[in-house]
T-cell receptor
């Protein structure tokens, strides 16, 4: 079974702090994704990566950055956390586009971040 | 820009009834469509994935159909159980980079 893990289930930070959210997958997937989920707004893509050291902006990248130094690990960074970044953050992974499998995305358990 | 809609937003049925969940999308040029389940405060669990060339996909009590030309997918859950209570999300995969566009979800309550 594919396993996607996230470093924390719950996190509380203060405004202005630098925040790191970590995601690790154990299935040698090329693609990794960061989403945030908010009531009434659904899931929105922040950033994704299709290879080590590669990244692409999603729909709402402002205020975030990412790092992918190893294939299995994808980090989301909030350079200076703000209260409007309070949200549920979900990481996902999938095999590469065009692979023989079906590019199914697998999600981690989520990190509930509260910024005070 | 792809838009995905799920109606109704919430649904309540008695145990044993069949569930029918709807998903519509505006751009028929899709790569695939994926159905997920989400329990409160948890991540998403993949239920079924349908490729754009397929018409339906089945897993146990779950069956999902896809009609690309009309921009619709339907998830059927047979003989619902209280354990099926959750939010169900559909997501459409684009041909470019496997990005998913999500619907808003349908919150399902199955009453014993």
């Amino acid at each position: 079974d594919v396993k996607v893990t996230q470093s924390s289930r719950y996190l509380v930070k203060r405004t202005g702090e630098k925040v790191f959210l970590e995601c690790v997958q154990d299935m040698d997937h090329e693609n990794m994704f960061w989403y945030r989920q908010d009531p009434g707004l659904g899931l929105r893509l922040i950033y994704f990566s299709y290879d080590v050291k590669m990244k692409e902006k999603g729909d709402i990248p402002e205020g975030y950055s990412v790092s992918r130094e190893k294939k299995e690990r994808f980090s989301l960074i909030l350079e200076s956390a703000s209260t409007n970044q309070t949200s549920m953050y979900l990481c996902a992974s999938s095999l590469s586009f065009g692979a023989a499998s079906y590019n199914e995305q697998f999600f981690g358990p989520g990190t509930r971040l509260t910024v005070l | 820009k792809q838009e995905v809609t799920q109606i109704p937003a919430a649904l309540s049925v008695p145990e044993g009834e069949n569930l029918v969940l709807n998903c519509s999308f505006t751009d028929s040029a899709i790569y695939n469509l994926q159905w997920f389940r989400q329990d409160p405060g948890k991540g998403l669990t993949s239920l079924l994935l349908i490729q754009s060339s397929q018409r339906e996909q089945t897993s146990g009590r779950l069956n999902a159909s896809l009609d690309k030309s009309s921009g619709r997918s339907t998830l059927y859950i047979a003989a619902s159980q209280p354990g099926d209570s959750a939010t169900y999300l559909c997501a459409v995969g684009s041909a470019a980079g496997n990005k998913l566009t999500f619907g808003g979800g349908t919150r399902v309550l199955v009453k014993p």
